[in-house]
């Protein structure tokens, strides 16, 4: 099914260009800010995969997003720019060859401990338009398998700076499973997240894709980072110094 061309504002085309840290023939990269869906977001505002029309060449091909973001995580995202590096990275990402690396403030404080793996499982519950994630037991007939590597970065008395490695990625995985072990991500407010820390409002969602390895479609490994926004570093520099 050929889909019909988005048309984009010049402010849309310079905002989605300026978005990119890194391209090659092969595959598009780029730090996508929160706020901005991925996909299939709700009413007038273009989402990214739409936005991916500032880079069309004059046949009508374009890069395509090979996999997403929460509307609200900021970071690393990689759109293929042919058909073969599309299916070579749906291979990796199908056989868990992509490591993905995250950044999240997690409130009261640190973990216990502060190093783990949080192996968990996760069912789906839609309540009207909404979907929610929860953990379960494993033999739950809607159950999925999932498992986080988390690490203490840095920690204060009323927060802590998390790196996180999913191993699965089920929707909401790193958000369920920090709430499901007392440190919900600062900022989250569909799973218990902290609003408020050290006397500052929690801006949005904590977490941040800082980092994504894998192996190029052209042979090799590849690891691109972004470094996260100003409202994540200014939380964490109040936070932690």
Request: aromatic share 4%.
């Amino acid at each position: 099914m050929t889909r019909q061309p988005v048309v984009l504002s010049p402010d849309e085309v310079a905002l989605v260009r300026s978005m990119v840290i890194y391209e090659d023939p092969s595959i598009l990269a780029l730090n996508k800010p929160a706020g901005l869906s991925s996909q299939g977001g709700r009413g007038q505002v273009h989402t990214l995969d739409e936005l991916l029309w500032a880079f069309a060449k004059s046949n009508g091909k374009r890069p395509e997003l090979v996999h997403r973001l929460d509307r609200d995580t900021s970071g690393v995202i990689v759109a293929a720019r042919t058909k073969p590096a599309a299916g070579a990275l749906g291979k990796a990402i199908m056989g868990r060859r992509v490591k993905k690396t995250y950044r999240a403030i997690v409130a009261p404080g640190a973990p216990e401990p502060p190093e783990g793996v949080i192996e968990t499982a996760l069912r789906r519950e839609e309540r009207g338009r909404e979907a929610y994630m929860r953990t379960c037991a494993l033999d739950h007939p809607d159950a999925e398998s999932a498992r986080t590597a988390y690490r203490t970065v840095k920690q204060s008395s009323p927060a802590a700076l998390l790196e996180l490695l999913p191993h699965t990625g089920r929707m909401h995985q790193l958000r369920v499973h920090l709430a499901s072990i007392g440190r919900p991500i600062a900022g989250d407010a569909r799973y218990g997240g902290a609003l408020m820390l050290a006397g500052e409002e929690v801006p949005r969602l904590m977490l941040h894709a800082l980092a994504l390895e894998f192996p190029h479609p052209d042979g090799g490994f590849r690891r691109i980072e972004a470094e996260p926004p100003a409202d994540f570093q200014q939380l964490a520099k109040v936070l932690f110094g």
